[in-house]
């Protein structure tokens, strides 16, 4: 078969499938060679009167070149490569085709949304499982968790409410997001909300996160949130965390998420809200929750489309793809990865369908581990002005200066350390965001 004078990509790619590459035996089999070769070599065989013959099929090149990249042939290294990557390419192409139809949106649909499942992979794991509900990190959890991290004592709960003796009721959290709140809210049965609404935040090259401030001792989001554009207008790029915790008896956890449990608000828009986020609502009191009462994290990060179906059939127990499609027409589909990091991965993987999974002898490179998020350092205060001295000696002017000293604001510092803003942040501290029913998304504190 010819490539068409015009040169397609499509037409050269299909000539390459078709004609297959031939094999010669040059010597006896025990001490011989095997080279792969191209048609036109067939024809010159008459020149060269070491052919001996043709390789019945691949199988003997294949294992000619692994005996020689084992002995460190960079030649072979690059011919073997080039041809498994021509081979695991065909059938790759065709799994991945099968793994993209089942996790990526119709275009025709409103909100819908895809996340792996999460699976005990050991025998603690599955008695956690069950019980587990997940959380879009916000900036203040993720401040507190990285604390956790440094060790020592007194580190603060990774989960906490802002108002954690707050007299708000559960309507009051979900439909209004009352200050009050001694709630945290919490996704049931899954990752899918908390992943692709929740978690996603704007952060820097190496992962601190930006735009943000600090309140009241709190690390909190500083842009409205959650509107799925993908991108901030600073263009950066969004990750983030989900947290599992089991919903104990101590935690008095609340479940709103199903349209029979969120009757007990007897609110229509705090029931609507509830069931678009599936809450679970907990009270964690004033001790909050500790980073050893996390049994799960995993990391998220935003991905383009293309990135999402080259890897369809690319993930792994601990390295998976999710998306999220809003109802808003001016939304579009989040999509991105998610990554449990080793020390939870013991516990706990994605439930993948074979199909789906990385294939053992995939040349493709592994979608990867994501770096660790980072909360910024608050920035640092300016020591007050100092007092004028008193001039002259004379009564009259035995007097302080009564000009103005400017005093840094907690609120307003961060954004000249942390220059930059998005469309699409977490959650306000430790209150949640919640989403509207009808797909329009609102930050809240």
């Not at 010597?27 to 013959?53: F, I, M, W």
């Not at 901030?232 to 449990?261: F, I, K, Q, W």
């Not at 998976?320 to 020390?343: C, F, M, S």
């Amino acid at each position: 078969m010819q490539a068409k004078a015009d040169g397609s990509a499509v037409v050269q790619r299909l000539q390459k499938v078709i004609q297959r590459i031939k094999y010669v035996r040059i010597g006896p089999p025990e001490t011989g060679t095997v080279r792969q070769v191209d048609d036109a070599h067939k024809l010159n065989k008459s020149r060269n009167p070491r052919l001996k013959e043709y390789a019945s099929d691949e199988t003997e090149y294949i294992e000619y070149l692994s005996r020689l990249r084992a002995a460190g042939n960079l030649e072979a290294d690059h011919a073997f490569y080039a041809r498994a990557e021509e081979r695991f390419g065909e059938k790759e192409g065709e799994r991945n085709r099968t793994a993209i139809a089942e996790i990526v949106p119709k275009q025709h649909e409103g909100k819908q949304m895809h996340a792996p499942r999460i699976i005990g992979v050991s025998p603690e794991g599955k008695a956690q499982v069950g019980s587990l509900i997940f959380r879009g990190m916000s900036p203040n959890n993720i401040k507190n968790f990285e604390a956790s991290q440094h060790g020592g004592e007194g580190a603060p709960p990774v989960f906490i409410a802002e108002n954690p003796t707050g007299r708000a009721s559960a309507k009051d959290h979900i439909a209004d997001d009352d200050r009050q709140s001694p709630y945290l809210s919490f996704e049931a049965g899954g990752v899918a909300i908390s992943a692709g609404k929740y978690a996603l935040k704007p952060v820097s090259k190496n992962n601190t996160l930006v735009d943000v401030s600090y309140e009241g001792g709190h690390l909190k989001s500083n842009t409205p949130s959650y509107r799925a554009r993908g991108t901030s207008r600073n263009e950066h790029h969004r990750a983030g965390m989900v947290a599992g915790v089991s919903a104990t008896d101590d935690l008095h956890p609340e479940d709103y998420s199903t349209e029979t449990t969120a009757k007990k608000l007897r609110d229509d828009d705090a029931q609507a809200k509830a069931i678009a986020d599936k809450e679970i609502l907990i009270r964690a009191g004033t001790k909050g929750i500790a980073a050893e009462d996390v049994p799960f994290i995993a990391l998220v990060e935003q991905v383009d489309e293309e990135y999402y179906r080259a890897n369809a059939s690319n993930q792994t127990p601990s390295q998976a793809l999710g998306y999220y499609k809003p109802n808003g027409p001016r939304d579009r589909t989040v999509y991105y990865r998610l990554y449990i990091p080793t020390e939870y991965a013991e516990n706990f993987g994605f439930d993948i369908a074979a199909h789906q999974q990385r294939h053992p002898e995939d040349l493709r490179p592994e979608m990867g581990a994501i770096d660790p998020l980072q909360a910024p350092q608050p920035p640092a205060r300016r020591p007050a002005a100092a007092a004028a001295p008193v001039r002259n000696g004379g009564a009259e002017d035995r007097r302080r200066d009564t000009r103005t000293v400017a005093r840094p604001a907690l609120t307003s510092a961060w954004d000249t350390a942390l220059p930059g803003t998005s469309a699409a942040a977490s959650s306000s501290g430790e209150a949640d965001t919640r989403g509207a029913a009808d797909g329009k998304m609102e930050e809240v504190d």
